[in-house]
């Protein structure tokens, strides 16, 4: 990447990370269009391949960027001494919010990332994959969710959870009338449901 890019000023910086963030979520790498980009972000093709090279320097370069955005996110908004598994999801649901107002694809576009199959894409985001994956795996292990109900596995649970989750924000995002902040309350109102439901108290 052509570190002049990060001499632009920020509006035209965010306009071409938000254009890219959200074609690639839509389309995962392989099927997702640089002449797509370019007209979602109103630059010429030439000014973002003097910027990125190529379409998979764009592509790693956003995925280095959402990670190190959302980890840094993650650790101001998360408190290290709470234990709490539901309150722990509730602040990683925060964190996101936070970055939704800048970014409204940026997580869709991490766990896209995330199963993509590209094998080049793959081996050049892989340390990056690495470092975001263990990190999570740290902040869900922080958390205990106290004793399930008789019946509830908690691979299942972990299942809901996330089904709920990525289901609400998609169902949001692909609106016109999208408020993350209103995002925020239902997905605290279903992990409510859920913590009801599956954990004896």
Do not use: W
Not at 3 to 20: P, V
Not at 42 to 55: A, D, M, V
Request: proline share 1%.
């Amino acid at each position: 990447m052509n570190e002049k890019f990060f001499d632009l000023n920020r509006e035209k910086q965010d306009r071409m990370i938000n254009a890219a963030l959200k074609i690639f979520a839509q389309n995962g790498y392989r099927h997702a269009s640089t002449d797509v980009i370019v007209k979602e972000a109103g630059i010429s093709k030439g000014l973002l391949f003097h910027y990125f090279t190529s379409k998979k320097g764009l592509y790693v370069f956003l995925f280095d960027y959402s990670v190190k955005y959302m980890l840094f996110e993650y650790s101001r908004t998360i408190s290290q001494k709470e234990t709490d598994y539901f309150k722990i999801r509730k602040e990683i649901e925060a964190a996101k919010l936070n970055v939704l107002r800048n970014y409204p694809y940026m997580n869709q576009f991490i766990e896209k990332g995330l199963l993509e199959n590209q094998l080049d894409v793959i081996e050049e985001t892989e340390e990056t994959r690495n470092i975001y994956l263990t990190q999570m795996a740290a902040y869900y292990a922080q958390g205990k969710k106290g004793k399930l109900r008789k019946g509830i596995d908690d691979e299942k649970l972990e299942t809901l959870i996330r089904y709920s989750v990525d289901g609400l924000t998609k169902d949001q995002v692909r609106t016109d009338s999208y408020q993350p902040e209103m995002l925020y309350e239902q997905i605290c109102e279903y992990l409510d449901v859920i913590r009801t439901i599956a954990i004896e108290e």
